[in-house]
C-alpha cells in the first residue's frame, strides 16, 4: 500500500494570532470550525451542519446577516458566547420565516443558544466540499454559526495545528507578495515549534 506523506496542515492557534499581529498583506484573518449539531427549535429536532467561527468571519468574507446582526469580538469570548446565527433555509423550515425570530432559543448540542440573525439565501460557508466528506455530518451544508470563543491557552497552542483560516488580500496587495510576507513569518514561527514540530513553511 502505498502511503502519501502529508505536505500541507492547517495552522495552529498560536501561529494564526501571531500572524494577525504581524501581517501587513492581510486586512483580516479569521479562523473557524466545521461542526455538526443536534439541533431543537420551536418545532422540530434535526441534525444540522454548523461552524464555530470567529468575531472577524463575517467581516472578513464582506457577509451580513439579512435580518439582525453577525458575530461580533464581543461575541467571541468565553462566557458571552452563547449566540447563534443561522442560515435563510433554517429560519424558513424551523421558524416559518418569522421576522421575530431574534432573540429566541434554539438548543445545539443541549445548550441554549440565541437567535441573533439570520444570513441571506445564498450565503452557506463553509460549504460540504471544503472538508472531508462527513465533517459537516449528513446534511453536508452549514446552516448556524456559533462563536469559537477560544481560551487563552487554545490560543497559545502550537502543538496542534487545526484551526482552518480565511483571509482578505488589502487592496493593491499581490499574491506573490503576500505569499513572501507568509513565508518570512513563518521561518520565524516555526522556531517557536517543538523539535518534532519544526519545519513547516507558508
Known amino acids: 500500500m502505498n502511503i502519501t506523506p502529508i505536505e500541507a496542515l492547517c495552522p495552529s492557534f498560536g501561529d494564526l494570532f501571531d500572524l494577525k499581529r504581524e501581517m501587513r498583506s492581510f486586512a483580516n484573518m479569521s479562523a473557524f470550525e466545521p461542526a455538526s449539531f443536534s439541533s431543537v427549535g420551536e418545532k422540530m429536532s434535526i441534525r444540522v451542519g454548523g461552524a464555530s467561527v470567529d468575531g472577524s468571519f463575517f467581516s472578513t468574507l464582506q457577509s451580513s446577516p439579512a435580518l439582525g446582526r453577525a458575530i461580533e469580538p464581543t461575541d467571541d469570548q468565553p462566557g458571552h458566547n452563547h449566540v447563534v446565527v443561522i442560515s435563510h433555509p433554517l429560519w424558513q423550515s424551523m421558524f416559518g420565516g418569522s421576522n421575530h425570530v431574534l432573540g429566541k432559543t434554539l438548543r445545539l ?3 441554549s443558544y440565541q437567535i441573533i440573525g439570520v444570513m441571506p439565501p445564498a450565503f452557506a460557508y463553509p460549504h460540504e466540499t471544503d472538508f472531508p466528506p462527513g465533517v459537516l455530518g ?23 495545528f487545526y484551526a482552518n483560516v480565511i483571509a482578505r488580500l488589502r487592496p493593491g496587495v499581490s499574491i506573490q507578495g503576500a505569499q513572501a510576507e507568509m513565508s518570512t513569518l513563518m521561518v520565524q514561527l516555526d522556531l517557536l515549534h517543538k523539535g518534532d514540530l519544526r519545519g513547516w513553511g507558508a
Not at 449528513?138 to 496542534?160: E, F, H, Y
Request: proline fraction near 8%.
Open 138 to 160: 449528513d446534511i453536508g451544508r452549514t446552516d448556524v454559526w456559533v462563536p469559537l470563543a477560544l481560551s487563552p491557552r487554545q490560543k497559545a497552542d502550537r502543538d496542534n
Open 109 to 111: 448540542n443541549g445548550s
